[in-house]
Structure formats: C-alpha cells, structure tokens
C-alpha cells in the first residue's frame, strides 16, 4: 500500500515527474522552491510574469478584471502551471493570480528557461510537450465550465 | 526544496513510472523523487533539489556536512524551529533543514 503522501507528490510533480532523466537533469538547476501566503497576489493582469511556476501545494485563483469587476477564470491546484506569459518574448501576462491558500511552486525563470530550451532543443521540446498537455487540460476544463454554465437554463426547458 | 544537509532514505515505493522515497533530514521527513539516482537505496544519502535527489552521497561526507552545520550552530536554530512546526508545517520544515 503506498502511502498517500507519495501519490499526491507524483500528482503535484506530475510535469516533471514524467520527464526523461537526462532531460530533467538540465531543467532542475533552473528550478527554485516558492510559497505564498493565502491572498498574495502572485502577478498581476497587464503584468510581466518573470516565472513560469508549478504548483506542488495550495490553491491559486486565476481572475481577470471585465467592467471594474475581478472575475475568477479558474482555480488551479497542486499539478497546474501558471504563469505562461514567462516562456513568451514579451512576458505580458493575461490574468491575475491570487492565492487562496498558502501555496508552493517550483519556479522557472522565464528568461533562463528560454535560454536553456534554445540551447537544448531537445529538452525544451520535451518540455513543452508536457505544459501542452497541461494547456490543453485547462482548456477542457474551461470549455466545460463554461458550456455547464450556458447548458444549465436551456436543459431546465426541456420537457 | 533545497536541502543545504543530505537527507537519508528510509523508505521507498514505485509509483506509477517514477521511484519515489521518504527522505528524512534534521529531524524532518520528506517524499523525493529518485529517478535521478537509481544507485541509492534505503539507507543511502542523497543530496536534494526542489523535490529531486539529484546525488548520492557517502555517510561520511552526510555526516560532515551535519557535523559543520552543527558546528555553525544553526542545526541547533533548525531544531529549535520543530516548536512551531504545528503552526506553519511546510515553511518551518523547510526552514529547519536548511
């Protein structure tokens, strides 16, 4: 029986966990451990991300602000990824994101991890294959959240 | 994570495809990936970063490195930081083995 402590770590880890050693040994050195207080705001909407973060624990709030008004566009939890806009040329980031619990990440530096991924394509590819994946997990999630959302009413007429 | 002290392994399991162990510190225990060191077994040192060991080490040179820091006096501090491990588990664990 294995404990629950290591099938939450593999889930939390779960970008990097599935990398080919060789490959992870050239990303780990970029790597360093964050945490956040509940309610920090990790970076802001309009911002420039510096970090391309991996939750391993908490609860982060992604919002945008429509109208004056902060709207949450998702809730991420321990093996999501945040802060995309770190891997882009000019770092702008699309959302806010707040912690709503104390948080850890492992963070990438975006200008480092773009420095190593040209100089090791191979890695890089690697790597990105994998946060694809986990974009396109989000993208399902959202497109259901939405979808439930606009469904709900027209189902309730259905005879 | 990043431990300044290697940490001893003193369990390990397989999940999935990735080998995983419990590594215990000063006084504090965690779960760590040991896929980069396929040579290092229950009992075994290893150095560890950001939730991966990433080298072995001998007992002796584990030893020496506890040996300096106790030296220092900040094993002492970390030891000292275990009283308030209830109040904020994971930032104090982490603080402690450092």
Not at chain 1, 62 to 80: P, S
Not at chain 2, 43 to 51: A, E, I, N, P, S
Request: hydrophobic share 40%.
């Amino acid at each position: 029986m294995i404990p629950d402590q290591f099938l939450e770590m593999a889930q939390a880890y779960r970008v990097l966990s599935g990398m080919e050693p060789d490959q992870l040994r050239k990303l780990l050195p970029l790597a360093e451990e964050k945490e956040y207080p509940a309610g920090r705001i990790i970076f802001r909407e309009g911002g420039l991300s510096s970090f391309l973060h991996l939750i391993t624990s908490g609860e982060v709030a992604l919002e945008m602000k429509i109208g004056g008004e902060v709207l949450r566009v998702q809730t991420l939890h321990a093996g999501d990824a945040m802060g995309w806009s770190a891997l882009t040329a000019d770092c702008t980031t699309h959302f806010q994101a707040r912690a709503l619990s104390p948080v850890s990440t492992v963070a990438f530096a975006g200008a480092r991890l773009r420095e190593e991924c040209d100089r090791n394509p191979r890695m890089g590819y690697g790597l990105m294959k994998r946060l694809l994946e986990l974009v396109t997990d989000r993208l399902d999630a959202t497109r259901m959240q939405l979808v439930g959302g606009r469904q709900e009413p027209e189902l309730t007429r259905q005879p | 994570m990043s431990f300044e002290v290697p940490g001893k392994i003193i369990e390990e399991y397989t999940v999935r495809r990735n080998r995983l162990g419990l590594v215990q510190f000063a006084g504090t225990s965690r779960p760590v990936f040991l896929d980069l060191v396929p040579e290092a077994h229950v009992g075994d040192y290893v150095r560890v970063h950001v939730g991966f060991a990433t080298e072995r080490v001998s007992e002796e040179e584990a030893l020496r490195a506890y040996e300096q820091l106790g030296r220092s006096g900040r094993l002492e501090t970390a030891e000292l930081d275990l009283e308030a491990e209830e109040a904020r588990p994971e930032t104090v664990r982490r603080q402690k083995a450092r």
